[in-house]
């Protein structure tokens, strides 16, 4: 079946405008993750989506970072005012509620902000 | 302290050598612990999962320590295709179902 898909795949911006990203889930997955890669940097969580319940936020950097998941499926992260700093790849990941199971990552996308 | 702690390397080593990467966690109710890798702008992918009684696929071998807090990671024969970043990932059932990524370990294999 179809993986995690994000899209754009790249985006150049300029600094000081919105950028929206956004994330598909794999069909029934409950659990969402965003996290962020910076160039030759490790992977930096940003937020997290279980079913229902409500998303834990406590990785996002500045009040200008949101995130969404409607339905319980389709997530977009809100980047306002972007800055040079947020420049980036944005990943998604899900996985199947319950213990053991793995996150599969979408391809990500690349953030410019010039 | 962060959740997940591994040594950055990078490893370079020739091919057909054997390689072990280690990686230590700090919440001991962590339950389940993974091995991923990413090759250089791509996005990660499971390698393997770590049991509680180790577990080999081909020519790695995964194990887990819970006492000492501790999962190591060993590549037999090493080839050049391995050459990737390893990230050490640690699952909290209890905090949701939150994963936990080391910063990754590079390894270069050198023909």
């Known amino acids: 079946g179809a993986g995690v898909s994000q899209s754009p795949s790249n985006k150049v911006t300029e600094k000081g405008k919105d950028v929206e990203l956004r994330c598909d889930p794999i069909?029934?997955?409950?659990?969402l993750y965003w996290y962020r890669q910076s160039l030759g940097q490790g992977l930096e969580f940003l937020i997290y989506?279980?079913?229902?319940?409500?998303?834990?936020k406590s990785g996002l950097p500045s009040d200008r970072f949101s995130a969404e998941r409607t339905g319980g499926s389709v997530s977009t992260l809100t980047i306002q005012r972007t800055q040079q700093e947020d420049s980036a790849v944005y990943l998604c990941?899900?996985?199947?509620?319950?213990?053991?199971?793995?996150?599969?990552f979408g391809q990500g996308t690349r953030l410019t902000v010039v | 302290r962060k959740e997940v702690e591994q040594d950055p390397g990078p490893f370079n080593v020739p091919e057909g050598a054997t390689v072990a990467f280690n990686c230590t966690y700090s919440n001991s109710a962590s339950q389940s612990f993974f091995w991923y890798r990413q090759d250089c702008r791509k996005e990660p992918k499971l390698l393997m999962s770590v049991y509680s009684s180790g577990n080999e696929d081909g020519r790695f071998t995964a194990q887990l320590n819970r006492a000492s807090q501790y999962i190591s990671l060993l590549i037999r024969d090493s080839k050049l295709s391995d050459s990737a970043t390893y990230l050490c990932v640690v699952n909290k059932r209890f905090s949701g179902n939150q994963f936990y990524f080391g910063t990754g370990t590079s390894l270069t294999v050198i023909p």
């Open positions: 989506f279980q079913g229902n319940s409500a998303p834990d």
């Open positions: 069909s029934g997955h409950t659990a």
């Open positions: 990941a899900s996985s199947p509620r319950g213990q053991g199971t793995e996150a599969f």
